[in-house]
């Protein structure tokens, strides 16, 4: 079992700044993907940001030149660094960890944290 364990959500005027941290613990044995995916209300999860275990990193038009991924292989900890934030960047942001076990995929998902962008 693999467990995601997110922190640093809150609420931020528009324009500052915010990072997320993800933890993750337990069997993890063939890493693929780490990152964030958010959700506001009313709308579906979508991708944030994500890094693979190559190191290759995907954003979300939306956050690019204002989010950054990265991460600590030796912690097994990934960051979302969000600066510029605005109030559309308001939701619950979930980290999502996959992996490969003998060719099947495996998708893990933290509590989720809110993020709210308000004035």
């Known amino acids: 079992q693999v467990q995601l364990v997110e922190s640093g959500g809150g609420l931020v005027q528009p324009g500052g700044s915010l990072r997320l941290t993800c933890a993750a613990s337990?069997?993890?044995?063939?890493?693929?993907?780490m990152g964030w995916y958010r959700q506001a209300p009313g709308k579906q999860r979508d991708l944030v940001a994500e890094i693979t275990g190559g190191g290759t990193t995907n954003y979300a038009d939306s956050v690019k030149g204002r989010f950054a991924i990265s991460r600590d292989n030796a912690r097994n900890t990934v960051y979302l660094q969000m600066n510029s934030l605005k109030p559309e960047d308001t939701a619950v942001y979930y980290c999502?960890?996959?992996?490969?076990?003998?060719?099947?995929?495996?998708?893990?998902w933290g509590q989720g944290t809110q993020v709210t962008v308000s004035s």
């Open positions: 337990g069997r993890i044995f063939s890493f693929k993907s």
């Open positions: 999502h960890l996959q992996q490969v076990i003998i060719t099947a995929p495996y998708d893990y």
